[in-house]
Structure formats: structure tokens, C-alpha cells
């Protein structure tokens, strides 16, 4: 099962991906993890990645394109994938069809977690991230001053700069600009999963099940 997970900043990939992870034993492709730690590990790349991410700005096609197709050449991603932040224009999706053509592989679904902008505003300008581990907590504003610690590992939980309120309304201006047209394309190739990403985690979940089931079971022997 080749799957991405397509929307918004704040949209609900991440807890989503946890899902499917555990449902079809692939591995999540999530580029702003990969990059977050390119850019943690502080080499001349991280740096470079590191100027883009601070402004709210996308990563060059060049630079993600690297990354992916050394993670998809993994033995662990032999039997399918989710990818989480790419491609997020029609250009990169283009080269992420014919990368897969190559290695012999397709897109089997694009699921995209549908949220009104206001919605994505609320939820990413509460967010905050551990410093270790990437994972994320949302709070309340008048919590801010007094964080707890990270309950997977105790690091330390920040706010990411591009989650700040400043910047979270640019990243989706950015989005919505680059990405909307990906709908069509994807739509085109009789992908898209158009799914309400503003009901429950549960609900959202549910759905994603129901309709790759459905998807799985029409494909046959593919
Ligand atoms: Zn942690």
C-alpha cells in the first residue's frame, strides 16, 4: 500500500500516520521529520534546510527529491509507505511518479485531511514539540509559561518557530498557494480521498479504514 497523506500544516497528518503505521505495518516517510533532524544534526545541508523552514519557506525540489528516494530504497519500505509532506506541488508530484515508475511502483491512494483555515490557525499557534523525539502537545495559551516535560522521554517541549502565531498563517498561505492544484491531479488519477479532517481523531481514522478497505478489496490482485 503506497499512500500519501496530503493537508494543511495543523491538518491532523501526524496522529493519522500513527495510525496507519500500526493498521499496515509501513513505515511513515514524514519529511519535516527528516529534515528537522538534517537540520538538528548541523551539517552544511541541516543549515541550508534550516534558512527555508525559519521563514515558513518550502524546502527546494532538489533537496527533498535526494532524501525521499534514499529513504524509499530502505528494505523497510519494500512493501509500501506512507509519505507525510510530500509532494506538496504538482511539479513534485510529477517527479514522485516517475521516481516510483522507475523502482516499479505506483500511488495507490492520496488521502487528504480536509480543515477550514481558521481550524489550522487555533490548532498550530497551541502546538508544541519535544526537542528529542519530535513529538507533539497542544496546550492552552495561559499553560505556555508552565510546560510539562515530554511523557515519551522527558526532553524539553518548545514551541517550533514556524509554529509560531506570526509565521502559522504564512505556512498555510504558502500551502493552500502551492498545494491546492495537487487536488486536481490527484483527482485526475482517481486518487484523492477527500476526508472531514475536522471530525474526531477517531472518526477521521475510521474513515481512512473504511475507504482503503474498499480500495484494497477493488484492486484485486494489485
Ligand atoms: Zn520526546
Known sequence: MNLILFGAPGAGKGTQTGSLI??????????????????????????????????????????????????????????GFILDGFPRTVAQAEALDRKLDQLGRR???????????????????????CRTCDAVYNFAPQQAGNLPRCSVDGGDLYQRPDDRPEIVAHRIDVFLKHTAPLIDYYTAQHKLENIDGQMSVDDVRADITRRLSALRKGAGSR
Open 22 to 79: 500500526d493498521t499496515y505495518h509501513i513505515p511513515a516517510i514524514a519529511t519535516g521529520d527528516m529534515l528537522r533532524a538534517q537540520r538538528r544534526a548541523g551539517t552544511a545541508l541541516g543549515e541550508q534546510v534550516k534558512s527555508y523552514m525559519d521563514r515558513g519557506e518550502l524546502v527546494p525540489d532538489n533537496l527533498m527529491i535526494d532524501i525521499i528516494k534514499e529513504r524509499l530504497q530502505k528494505p523497510d519500505a519494500k512493501n
Open 107 to 129: 500511488v495507490d491512494a492520496v488521502i487528504y485531511l480536509r480543515v477550514s483555515r481558521q481550524v489550522l490557525i487555533d490548532r498550530l499557534s497551541h502546538r508544541y514539540s
